[in-house]
C-alpha cells in the first residue's frame, strides 16, 4: 500500500468531511458528531494563517488529516507549533497516522524551524498516545475533566516534542 502525503485542497472537502463524521474520530477529538461539510469547505478555501493542512491518500483518496499551527503573530511563541490529527476509522493502525507525523514533524524542523511541537490527547485514547510517544512527545500534564464526551467528563494529556538537536 503507498501512502501519499500531500497539502489538503479544497476538492478534499467530502472527503474530510467523511473522516471527521466517523465515531472512532469523534471520541478522539474536539469535534461533535453531525460536523458540517461547509466548516471544512471554509477552512479549506480560506485558510488561516499559519496553519498547514495535510493529507495521506491512498489510491487517491484522503483517508487521513494532519495540521500544523504555527504562531508566526506571537512573537515570544514563534519557536512552537501545535499538531492536531485525525484518521478515518477504516484505516487506524494502518501506517497512516505514522506517515502524517513523519511529514508534519518534516515541516516544523526542516521548514518552520520549530524548537517545539505541542498537542493535547485524550488521556485514554492509547493508540494515539503511543504513536506521539514513538514520535518523540512526551507527557507534559494532564487536564482533569478538561471535555465532555459521551455524557462524561474526560481527561487530556498535554504532550509536546523538541527538536533533537536544540540542546534542551
Not at 494532564?142 to 465532555?148: D, G, L, R, S
Request: charged share 25%; with cysteine.
Amino acid at each position: 500500500m503507498e501512502i501519499i502525503i500531500r497539502r489538503a485542497e479544497v476538492s478534499d472537502v467530502d472527503a474530510l468531511h467523511t473522516i471527521f463524521s466517523q465515531p472512532r474520530v469523534i471520541w478522539g477529538t474536539l469535534h461533535l458528531p453531525f460536523i458540517s461539510r461547509e466548516l471544512w469547505h471554509h477552512r479549506l478555501a480560506n485558510p488561516t494563517a499559519g496553519v498547514t493542512h495535510l493529507v495521506a491518500c491512498v489510491d487517491g483518496v484522503p483517508v487521513g488529516q494532519c495540521h500544523l499551527q504555527t504562531f508566526d503573530t506571537r512573537p515570544r511563541r514563534k519557536h512552537a507549533g501545535e499538531i492536531g490529527m485525525a484518521v478515518h476509522d477504516d484505516w487506524q493502525g494502518k501506517g497512516i497516522g505514522s506517515a502524517l507525523m513523519t511529514a508534519i514533524l518534516a515541516m516544523a524542523d526542516n521548514w518552520f524551524n520549530l524548537l517545539r511541537v505541542e498537542l493535547d490527547v485524550f488521556a485514554d485514547n492509547e493508540p494515539a498516545v503511543r504513536l506521539y510517544k514513538k514520535f518523540g512527545f512526551t507527557v507534559e500534564g494532564t487536564a482533569k475533566k478538561y471535555a465532555f464526551r459521551d455524557g462524561e467528563y474526560v481527561d487530556i494529556l498535554h504532550m509536546a516534542r523538541l527538536k533533537a538537536d536544540s540542546g534542551w
